[in-house]
C-alpha cells in the first residue's frame, strides 16, 4: 500500500509541475501578447520564447531553410502549426513572429509580407489618397520603396514580385498604384515630378496603357502642354486598338481646351467597344461623351447617347452603388470575440435622441457562406482569414 501510495503521490506532483509549466507559459504568453512594443520590438529571445512556449522550437538555421523554400511569412507560420493544436487565442502568434524574426534572420531574402509592414503605413488603408504636400510625400515613400523593388534603376522589371504584393496587401495596391499619379500632380500637392516619374517606370511592369495615359493627363495638368501632346501620340502609335489609352488621350485635349479633338477620341474609345459587352471602357467613353455634350449645350445628341446606352450606364452605376454598400457593411465577424481587458458596463451608451420610425420587423439572413478560420480571407489577401480580417 504504501507504495502504491507513493506512486499515486508522484503521479499527482507530474500532473501538478505539467499544470503549473502550462500555467507559466499562458502567463508569459499573454504578457508577450498584451506588450504595446509589438512584435517589432521585442528581442529576438523573447519571440524565440513566445514560440517555445507554444510548444515550437525556432531557430535560425530552420527559419532561413523554411525562407528560401517557402517564400512566404505565412508559410513558416504554417509549418509551425503542423503536429500542434494551438488555442485559437494564440494562432495569430506564429504568423506575427514569422514577420518579425524574417528581417533578422533571413535578410536577404524577399517576402511579401514583410516589405508591405516595413513600407505601407496605415493610412494607405483608410486614406486612399494625398490631398496636401505632406501626405502626398508619406504616399510618395510607399510608392517609391514599391518601384526600387520591382523598377530598380538597373533596368530589370519584376512583375512577378509587384503581383505578389497585390495578393498580399489586403487592398487593392494596383488600383491604389495606378490612380496615385493623378492625386500627386494635383496642385494641392504639387508632386508633379513624382507622378511622372511613377508612371514612366510603372509602366513595363504592370498596364502599360493605364500608366502612359495618365502620364499624358499628369503632363497636360501641369501645364506642359508640348510634352502631353508627345506622349498622346506616342501612345496612339504604341497602342493602335487602346481603348484606355484614347480615353485618356481625350482626357488630354478635353483639359487643353480642345473639345473638338477630345471628342475624335472619346469616340473612337467608344468604337472600339463593344455593344454586346457591357465593358468599363465602353462606361467610361459613353460619360466622357455625355460630359461634352452637356458642357457644349447639345441636348439632343445627349438624349440619343444617353437613351441608346441606358442599360449600360444602370449597370454600372448600380453595381458601384452595391460595392459602396457592400464595403460600409463590412464589419467585425460576427464570432469575433471581445477582449479579455475590454471595459465593458451595463450602462446603456448615452447619445443624441434620435426618431425611430416604427418598422415591421425584418429577419436577417446571412448572404454568404461563413467563412471558417482557416479559410482564405474574402478580402483576396491570399492569408488565412484568421491571420487576416478575422485578426
Known amino acids: 500500500m504504501a507504495k502504491k501510495g507513493a506512486r499515486v503521490a508522484k503521479k499527482r506532483a507530474r500532473r501538478r509541475a505539467r499544470r503549473e509549466e502550462r500555467l507559466l507559459a499562458e502567463a508569459r504568453l499573454a504578457a508577450f501578447t498584451r506588450d504595446d512594443k509589438g512584435y517589432e520590438g521585442r528581442t529576438t529571445g523573447e519571440i524565440v520564447g513566445a514560440l517555445a512556449a507554444l510548444g515550437i522550437e525556432a531557430t535560425e538555421p ?41 528581417p533578422r534572420w533571413a535578410p536577404d531574402l524577399f ?72 492625386a500627386l500632380a494635383d496642385p494641392e500637392v504639387g508632386m508633379v515630378a513624382e507622378a511622372v516619374e511613377l508612371c514612366r517606370r510603372m509602366a513595363p511592369v504592370s498596364e502599360a496603357e493605364h500608366y502612359l495615359g495618365a502620364l499624358g493627363v499628369v503632363l497636360i495638368e501641369s501645364g506642359q502642354r508640348d510634352e502631353a501632346y508627345q506622349q498622346v501620340q506616342e501612345n496612339l502609335a504604341r497602342f493602335p486598338e487602346g481603348v484606355w489609352v484614347r480615353i485618356k488621350a481625350g482626357d488630354v485635349y478635353a483639359r487643353a481646351g480642345e473639345p473638338v479633338r477630345a471628342e475624335a477620341l472619346y469616340r473612337e474609345a467608344y468604337d472600339l467597344t463593344d455593344a454586346a459587352l457591357p465593358s468599363r471602357e465602353r462606361y467610361d467613353a459613353v460619360q466622357r461623351l455625355l460630359a461634352l455634350y452637356q458642357a457644349t449645350d447639345r441636348q439632343n445628341e445627349y438624349v440619343t447617347l444617353a437613351a441608346a446606352e441606358s442599360d449600360l450606364i444602370q449597370e454600372w452605376e448600380l453595381g458601384e452603388d452595391a460595392d459602396a454598400d457592400e464595403a460600409d457593411e463590412e464589419g467585425w465577424p460576427e464570432d469575433e470575440p471581445w477582449d479579455d481587458d475590454e471595459e465593458t458596463s451595463d450602462e446603456p451608451l448615452q447619445g443624441p435622441e434620435v426618431e425611430v420610425p416604427n418598422l415591421p420587423p425584418v429577419t436577417v439572413r446571412r448572404s454568404v457562406p461563413k467563412v471558417g478560420r482557416n479559410d482564405p480571407c474574402p478580402c483576396g489577401s491570399g492569408k488565412k482569414y484568421k491571420r487576416c480580417c478575422a485578426a
Open 111 to 182: 517576402a511579401p509580407e514583410v516589405f508591405l509592414h516595413e513600407h505601407f503605413p496605415d493610412l494607405l488603408l483608410f486614406d486612399e489618397f494625398p490631398t496636401n504636400r505632406e501626405a502626398g510625400r508619406a504616399h510618395w515613400r510607399a510608392a517609391r520603396a514599391t518601384l526600387d523593388l520591382v523598377a530598380p534603376p538597373d533596368g530589370t522589371h519584376r512583375a512577378d514580385l509587384f503581383e505578389q504584393l497585390d495578393v498580399h496587401a489586403g487592398y487593392d495596391l494596383g488600383w491604389w498604384m495606378g490612380e496615385l499619379p493623378t
Open 62 to 102: 530552420q527559419f532561413r531553410e523554411l525562407a528560401a523554400a517557402r517564400g512566404k511569412v505565412e508559410a513558416i507560420a504554417e509549418a509551425w502549426e503542423q503536429g500542434g493544436d494551438l488555442p485559437q487565442k494564440w494562432e495569430h502568434i506564429t504568423y506575427f513572429a514569422a514577420r518579425a524574426l524574417w
